[in-house]
């Protein structure tokens, strides 16, 4: 089944502890991204890269790393968490830049206390 | 500052009742206008989309108006059912599509 899975889909931590959260994606997309989801603000695009080791940052990059080392893979980092970075986060990929759908993973809820 | 601006935040519709989600946006480069639909517990998935060559798409009971000189577009559910509650996001970019801007979503619940 295609699809863009998401790890961890819920995950509670403190101020300053690095967290990874993972996505693969199955569907040989060579476009991916990170979006965070926020009450009344619609989503925000955090990362994105349109293939191996080509990352770049979107609107909301402050606090957020990303590599991509294999096209299927796009984990995102969150060196030192603070609670400003509570939301929900999603993964999503594109067969490639400019082709329009998005595939969206179901989504990271992260709460940093 | 929101490039796209979504309203209403949320909608009440009775069943069989029409839906209508409006969307107003800024950048005169944006040219690709897709809407999603998400779920709870989903993440968002395409629902339908329009490219600024025409006025009007439709896809059963979905359609997307577009008013380019107003730079309005909006989503018009027809014969609205319970099973089209949901959480709709309109959106928008330019040269491309993936690079997407999206409004504040609105969440629709379709009442029996």
């Known amino acids: 089944e295609a699809q863009v899975t998401q790890n961890p889909r819920y995950l509670i931590t403190v101020t300053g502890k690095k967290l990874t959260v993972t996505c693969s994606q199955n569907?040989?997309?060579?476009?991916m991204s990170w979006y965070r989801q926020d009450p009344g603000l619609g989503l925000r695009q955090i990362y994105y890269s349109m293939n191996v080791e080509v990352t770049d940052k979107g609107d909301v990059p402050e606090g957020y790393k990303v590599s991509r080392k294999e096209k299927r893979n796009f984990p995102l980092i969150l060196e030192s968490p603070s609670p400003n970075q509570t939301s929900l986060y999603f993964c999503a990929s594109s067969l490639m830049w400019g082709s329009g759908e998005l595939f969206f993973g179901e989504g990271s809820r992260l709460t940093v206390l | 500052q929101q490039q796209v601006k979504q309203s209403p935040q949320s909608l009440i519709v009775q069943k069989g009742g029409i839906s209508i989600i409006n969307c107003a946006y800024e950048n005169t480069a944006f040219d690709y206008f897709p809407w999603y639909q998400q779920f709870p517990g989903k993440g968002p998935a395409l629902l339908i989309a329009i490219r600024p060559d025409v006025s009007e798409k439709k896809e059963g009971r979905f359609t997307i108006s577009f008013n380019k000189s107003a730079k309005q577009f909006s989503l018009h559910i027809m014969d609205s059912q319970p099973g089209d509650s949901a959480t709709y996001f309109c959106?928008?970019?330019?040269?491309?599509?993936?690079?997407?801007?999206f409004g504040g979503g609105t969440r629709l619940m379709v009442k029996p």
């Open positions: 959106a928008a970019s330019q040269g491309g599509g993936n690079m997407l801007t």
């Open positions: 569907m040989n997309h060579e476009y």
